[in-house]
DNA sequence: ATGGTCGTCTTACGA
């Protein structure tokens, strides 16, 4: 058997259906985990993805802002959301499946941005996203009996020398500063997650799954970011096949500046 | 060069 499951920050849902559709006939995942999807729960695009065979879907949307959905080929049971921060944002959905005769925890993230300004005295937005990271703590890879656990996002954080194009002039800017960047990898040893794409890519290589849309050139200037992650409980590990990065993605038309991440799995 | 370009609650603001 086997199992893929895809993550991709789409940056609004319903403007990108039809490479959501491009993705699908390309790689069709078993899940694909969304964030971003910026729509409320009433007008997610449920038929298409419907239509593409994706009949297990859960959604948690707000208006214009963050929202995450999980859709799925394989049955979803207790799907829960958890405020983290208690502000009521759309950032964070969770489901159990089967597969394989093995019960699995799948959790979908969208950890705040942070805004511009490393210093949480005078960027409230930093602030949040630093506790957000400190309640992330509290998630465990081994939290339920019999049950592994897959964690997936825009964790918006990269946390290792190599998850940037310059550590260095990285350093001060938001999604790579020393207090972010420690502060995921204690959520990941904390919770005894796996970073499963670095478990396939040594930390010595590059690795980039975000793009801005300021560059004259993205391609060019190769300016990239690893700030979508798929973590995984260490049982899983060693049923990991590959993880693929469809860079290409970030050039098909009206792109997201995320591109989809696909871990497969013997499973 | 402290810019640039996307998206939506669009002439502001978050990313």
Redo the contacts with the bound molecule.
């Keep these: 058997m086997s199992f893929s499951i895809t993550t991709w920050n789409i ?2 849902v ?2 990108r259906m039809p490479i959501i559709e491009k993705l699908v006939m390309q790689q069709q995942p078993d899940i694909l985990c969304l964030q971003e999807t ?1 729509v409320i729960n009433d007008l997610f695009p449920l038929a298409p993805l419907r239509a593409m065979g994706y009949e297990h879907i859960i959604i948690h949307g707000q ?3 963050h929202g995450v959905a999980i859709a799925s080929r394989i049955p979803l049971v207790e799907d829960h959301r958890q405020d983290f921060c208690g502000v009521g944002d759309a950032r964070h959905i969770s489901a159990i499946f089967e597969r394989g005769g093995r019960r699995v925890r799948l959790h979908n993230f969208y950890v ?2 942070g ?1 511009d300004e490393p210093d949480r005295t005078i960027n409230p ?1 930093f602030g949040h996203k630093l506790d957000f990271i400190e309640e992330m703590k509290q998630l465990h890879a081994n939290a339920e009996p019999d049950t592994s656990a897959i964690l997936v996002g825009d964790l918006n954080i990269a946390p290792l020398e190599n998850d940037v194009w310059s550590h260095k002039q990285l350093l001060k800017i938001v999604s790579h500063t020393p207090v972010e960047t420690e502060g995921l990898l204690e959520v990941i040893r904390g919770g005894a997650w796996v970073d499963l794409m670095r478990q396939t890519v040594p930390a010595s290589e590059k690795l980039y799954t975000w793009w801005s ?2 560059a004259k050139d993205w391609e060019e200037a190769n300016r990239g970011r690893r700030l979508d992650h798929i973590w995984g409980s260490a049982d899983l590990g060693p049923l990991l096949q590959r993880i693929d990065i469809l860079k290409e993605a970030r050039g098909w038309d ?1 792109p997201s500046d995320h591109v989809p991440v696909t871990a497969h799995f013997d499973l």
């Design positions: 940056n609004s319903r403007l910026k208006k214009g802002y705040p941005a805004g937005k849309y300021r009206r």
